[in-house]
């Protein structure tokens, strides 16, 4: 397997749909093989989802494109991850913000995404074990929070703890379909604009799903 020139090829597919180059630059940099299982290697990048174990998956590209480019990043951010998972996401916002705290329900995956990250070299990540609010409300407020799965409806609590101004890339709608929203918070008011339909496993915790 020549995962560079399978990379260059995944970048170059992105590159027709999302205009930010400092967004394609950065997952040209991050090697997508070490985060997917090595049975799914092979299908690194391709622009699909994957399993990763425990029920949770690692994102199509495009959507990780997307949702990352919507925060508008210029490189001197502090931005809150919801949802570690696998790391990839994690390693793609290392790349273009000051510095990121992720936050992960799951012990394993969230140990997983540390060493991987470790191993990568990256210094500006702090990983926290999600807690029973969402988010993380100690480092707020955040310039910009990306969440990694799907909520019934925009958090009240997360948008708490984006500064103003500050913009919030969410899935929202029901455990099986939702719509990309970008959530910017006003002084007085919030706008929302919609990005489009989109696939996540369920947001867990206060001010979101239940588990099953």
């Not at 994957?50 to 959507?63: A, E």
């Not at 799907?150 to 890339?169: E, F, I, T």
């Amino acid at each position: 397997m020549n995962f560079e020139a399978d990379r260059a090829r995944l970048i170059e597919h992105l590159s027709n749909h999302i205009g930010d180059e400092r967004v394609l630059t950065a997952m040209s940099r991050v090697p997508r093989e070490f985060f997917v299982p090595p049975g799914e290697q092979n299908l690194a990048y391709e622009d699909i989802p994957l399993p990763i174990g425990l029920g949770q998956t690692i994102s199509q590209p495009f959507i990780i494109a997307l949702m990352t480019a919507s925060l508008e990043l210029t490189g001197k951010e502090k931005v809150l991850e919801v949802g570690t998972g696998s790391g990839y996401q994690t390693a793609i916002l290392a790349e273009l913000v000051q510095q990121v705290i992720t936050v992960e329900r799951l012990p394993e995956l969230l140990e997983a995404a540390r060493k991987r990250l470790d191993n990568l070299g990256y210094s500006n990540v702090t990983f926290h074990h999600a807690g029973p609010t969402l988010g993380w409300p100690g480092e707020a407020p955040y310039d910009d929070i990306l969440v990694t799965a799907g909520a019934p409806r925009v958090p009240d609590s997360l948008v708490s703890q984006l500064a103003v101004g500050g913009r919030l890339v969410i899935p929202v709608g029901s455990r099986y379909e939702q719509e990309l929203y970008k959530v910017t918070r006003g002084q007085e008011s919030n706008t929302i604009h919609s990005l489009g339909g989109c696939r996540f496993v369920s947001l867990i915790g206060g001010d979101a799903w239940e588990e099953e």
